[in-house]
T-cell receptor
Framework: AQTVTQSQPEMSVQEAETVTLSCTYDTSENNYYLFWYKQPPSRQMILVIRQEAYKQQNATENRFSVNFQKAAKSFSLKISDSQLGDTAMYFCAFLDRKKTSGSRLTFGEGTQLTVNP | GAVVSQHPSRVICKSGTSVKIECRSLDFQATTMFWYRQFPKQSLMLMATSNEGSKATYEQGVEKDKFLINHASLTLSTLTVTSAHPEDSSFYIC????????????FGPGTRLLVL
């Protein structure tokens, strides 16, 4: 079974600064996806960024980028130029790519990020 | 982008009653839908996976007779909490995947259930 670990329950950052959220995972699979989801106070889950394991290049979406270290099974999220609207719970998630047996998302415990003005 | 709706957004019921929560994919067909449960300040826990036209697959520890899932069409899945009790109070979230590998999942806004 896959496990996802987020070792930082809470983090805070000043507006306009950069913050990095950590995530490690454990799997015996070779073909999988990794995600960062954001859950603001509204509790709507929002996809922030996605990484395919077979791609070595780190995914980037505007101010959000990841540092994917496959051998180390590490998948950190960097948020640049933090904005007040980035305040949310951030979940790291793993999905194994199995068509026949059914894929499932495994979530980490979450990191509550607060952006301070 | 793709939109998933849930209804109701919030429900309060008496202990012993049953509650039905609907999950709809509004602008795409979902081969697979997922139901999650989230307690305050905790992560999402997968309860079950439903595929259109077939029985749902429940995660270990989830009572299938307690949480009835019906995926009657490619755009609708329902979760019925039968004989609800206060410990069933939680936030229930569905997601829908348009593709066979479920690498893209769109989440509904969630349903807050309070059982008195």
């Amino acid at each position: 079974a896959q496990t996802v670990t987020q070792s930082q329950p809470e983090m805070s950052v000043q507006e306009a600064e950069t913050v990095t959220l950590s995530c490690t995972y454990d799997t015996s699979e070779n073909n999988y996806y990794l995600f960062w989801y954001k859950q603001p106070p509204s509790r709507q889950m929002i996809l922030v960024i996605r990484q395919e394991a077979y791609k070595q290049q780190n995914a980037t979406e505007n101010r959000f980028s990841v540092n994917f270290q496959k051998a180390a099974k590490s998948f950190s999220l960097k948020i640049s130029d933090s904005q007040l609207g980035d305040t949310a719970m951030y979940f790291c998630a793993f999905l194994d790519r199995k068509k026949t047996s059914g894929s499932r998302l495994t979530f980490g415990e979450g990191t509550q990020l607060t952006v301070n003005p | 982008g793709a939109v998933v709706s849930q209804h109701p957004s919030r429900v309060i019921c008496k202990s012993g009653t049953s509650v039905k929560i609907e999950c709809r994919s509004l602008d795409f067909q979902a081969t697979t839908m997922f139901w999650y449960r989230q307690f305050p300040k905790q992560s999402l826990m997968l309860m079950a996976t439903s595929n259109e036209g077939s029985k749902a697959t429940y995660e270990q520890g989830v009572e299938k007779d307690k949480f009835l899932i019906n995926h009657a069409s490619l755009t609708l899945s329902t979760l019925t909490v039968t004989s609800a009790h206060p410990e069933d109070s939680s936030f229930y979230i569905c997601s829908a995947a348009p593709g066979p590998y479920q690498e893209t999942q769109y989440f509904g806004p969630g349903t807050r259930l309070l059982v008195l």
